[in-house]
């Protein structure tokens, strides 16, 4: 069954300190993956889209890794602000079974950031 | 803003009930998703339709259905309302380049359903 997991379910960090959350999956075949922040209440908000031939990205102050291989991701936050706090969520796209493309995704549960003065 | 459009914002209804949520596209984006969010659940992918068509499906029950028309809007039915369908409703679109499924997608500001 494709499943992406997620840790950890929460995490509190101080304000400028750095974090880093991990997303493991089993989605196969694999498209690529995506990290998405979410405010309470809002819609998530695309941070980065990763294929697999693809191991590092980076958005201003967050960086994506990928490692294709053992199937896992994490999302390192610089230099944390008030402002980040949200959930984080881990998508996979599934990949085309039979040559056409298709976006079926499968979500992560999040995690949830709280960043503290 | 993400340039997705979502009515009504809020939505209280009772159970047995049909209700129909409203999404508007970014302009230029041919393709519309449906989500579910529940509050124990992650984002819960139910349908894409692209230009018209349905074109992936996800957890959809079979009390809900949507399409697309001309104009590119979208509207998700949910039909006999029970108790475990309050929940998040997001809608997102993109640009869906075929065969592309890189592309980004842009969420609306989602509709919360109450069914009492």
């Known amino acids: 069954k494709n499943q992406v997991e997620q840790s950890p379910q929460s995490l509190i960090i101080l304000e400028g300190k750095n974090c880093t959350l991990q997303?493991?999956?089993?989605?196969?075949?694999?498209?690529?993956l995506r990290w998405y922040k979410q405010d309470t209440g809002r819609g998530p908000v695309s941070l980065t889209i990763?294929?697999?031939?693809?191991n590092t990205k980076s958005n201003g102050r967050y960086t994506a890794t990928l490692d294709a291989d053992t199937k896992q991701s994490s999302l390192h936050i610089t230099a944390s602000q008030l402002s980040d706090s949200a959930s984080y969520i881990c998508v996979v796209s599934e990949g085309p079974k039979y040559g056409g493309a298709t976006n079926k995704l499968i979500f992560g549960t999040g995690t949830l950031l709280a960043v503290q003065p | 803003d993400s340039g997705v459009t979502q009515t009504p914002k809020h939505l209280i209804t009772a159970t047995g009930q049909r209700v129909t949520l409203r999404c508007s596209p970014r302009s230029g984006d041919l393709s519309v998703y449906w989500y579910q969010q529940s509050l124990d659940q992650g984002l819960q992918f139910l349908i894409q339709?692209?230009?018209?068509?349905?074109?992936a499906k996800g957890n959809i029950l079979e009390r809900f259905s949507a399409q697309q028309f001309p104009d590119l809007h979208s509207e998700l039915n949910l039909s006999s309302l029970e108790l475990g369908d309050s929940a998040l409703y997001f809608c997102?679109?993109?640009?869906?380049?075929?065969?592309?499924?890189?592309?980004?997608?842009?969420f609306g500001p989602g509709t919360r359903l109450t069914v009492l």
């Open positions: 997102a679109s993109s640009v869906e380049v075929r065969r592309g499924p890189r592309d980004t997608q842009y």
């Open positions: 339709y692209y230009n018209g068509e349905e074109r």
């Open positions: 990763m294929t697999f031939s693809e």
């Open positions: 997303c493991n999956y089993t989605v196969s075949p694999f498209s690529n």
